[in-house]
């Protein structure tokens, strides 16, 4: 088992800034690729961007590309996100998710076998 704790969210105005973090504990963190996800109200759960276990491989999704960072430190088994240009379309609850399976291209739900409880960002125009 793996147990993720999401946090730093919050909110901003269009152009700034946030980091997000989660925090893992349970089995070997530094096994699992990462990633993170949003959900708008109203609308379905979309990948934002991952990273595999040992951080070499990142990945994004276009609309957030050039903007946000993914980054991990096994060591102290976190993975964060650093989201600069926040603009208002941004706004969701962000999720990070756990997998065994080592890719930064896990951009489905499914592939994703442990959930964090979400962490809300809202950007205001």
């Known amino acids: 088992q793996v147990q993720l704790v999401e946090s730093g969210g919050g909110l901003v105005q269009a152009g700034g800034s946030l980091k997000l973090s989660c925090q893992a504990s349970?089995?070997?963190?530094?096994?699992?690729?990462v990633g993170w996800f949003r959900q708008a109200p109203g609308m379905e759960r979309v990948f934002v961007s991952a990273?595999?276990?040992?951080?070499?491989?990142?990945y994004y999704a276009e609309p957030v590309k050039g903007r946000f960072a993914i980054s991990r430190d096994n060591a102290k088994n976190t993975v964060t996100l650093q989201m600069n240009s926040l603009k208002p379309e941004d706004t969701a609850v962000y999720y990070c998710?756990?997998?065994?399976?080592?890719?930064?291209?896990?951009?489905?739900?499914?592939?994703?076998?442990?959930w964090g409880q979400g962490t809300r960002v809202t950007v205001s125009s």
């Open positions: 998710a756990a997998t065994t399976y080592d890719s930064s291209r896990n951009v489905q739900t499914d592939r994703y076998n442990y």
């Open positions: 349970g089995r070997t963190f530094s096994r699992y690729a």
């Open positions: 990273i595999t276990w040992s951080g070499l491989s990142t």
